[in-house]
């Protein structure tokens, strides 16, 4: 057997070395493409929900939504029926497509306006934050979808239905900025008109009649509105 001190006793040593090392640097490796998985199983998941909510409101703009199947959505998105049940209940879902996170989205940008704005003020740069990033997202995608929404009550009740919980959250972050309860009247009542503005601006800003861009009339709404609601100065 060959002496640690001797030539071949130090090139044995450090193969080993080298060897641990090239295993040390596989096992990284994999652990790194192990940890890396969910975030592209995410963005997969993301794109697939995307395609399939394009598909369902291009869909019924060009045919009605009365005419649209599940299964010609599934088609036109690529995917199968049995892939579509697994982003959502049924093709009234897939037109309003509802952001799950929507809700902790908008608390997060209420929160993260410069401490020197009122409620309000940060409520209103929240919001057009919210929507310019959407706008430069799918802003096509938004004009069909409030269209063929207006037109069925179906739809309408889906899109109300969702708004609550985003409602909620945003009530609660407007709350906390105003040093007040979620449940205190004054954040329900502004977050709940401010949803109301949203929604007049959106419907100024499908009409073709119109013409000016949703930041502006959503800006001008806004404006209207909290010109005319004080924010309260003492509990």
Avoid at 107 to 135: S, Y
Avoid at 221 to 234: Q, R
Wanted: glycine fraction near 8%; charged fraction near 25%.
């Amino acid at each position: 057997m060959a002496h640690l001190n001797s030539p071949d006793g130090e090139r044995r040593i450090t193969k080993r070395a080298a060897s641990a090392k090239l295993q040390s640097l596989h096992l990284r490796s994999y652990a790194d493409r192990v940890n890396g998985e969910p975030g592209l199983r995410d963005r997969k998941k993301r794109q697939t929900r995307v395609a399939l909510s394009r598909a369902a409101v291009t869909l019924a703009h060009e045919r009605g939504y009365d005419h649209v199947t599940v299964e010609d959505i599934s088609a036109a998105a690529g995917v199968s029926p049995r892939t579509f049940f697994n982003y959502f209940a049924g093709k009234e879902d897939a037109v309003v497509a509802p952001d799950p996170e929507a809700g902790d989205r908008l608390r997060r940008r209420v929160l993260e306006q410069p401490a020197a704005l009122g409620p309000g003020a940060a409520l209103k740069a929240a919001l057009l934050a919210e929507i310019a990033e959407g706008l430069a997202d799918e802003g096509d995608m938004w004009v069909l979808r409030m269209r063929v929404v207006q037109q069925h009550p179906v739809l309408l009740a889906k899109v109300f239905a969702s708004g609550e919980v985003a409602e909620r959250n945003l009530a609660a972050a407007v709350a906390e900025r105003a040093g007040q309860a979620a449940t205190d009247l004054y954040p329900m009542v502004l977050v709940a008109a401010a949803g109301a503005a949203c929604r007049v601006a959106f419907a100024r800003w499908i009409d073709p009649d119109d013409g000016r861009p949703l930041e502006l009339l959503l800006g001008e709404a806004l404006e209207l509105l909290f010109a005319g609601l004080a924010t309260p100065t003492g509990p």
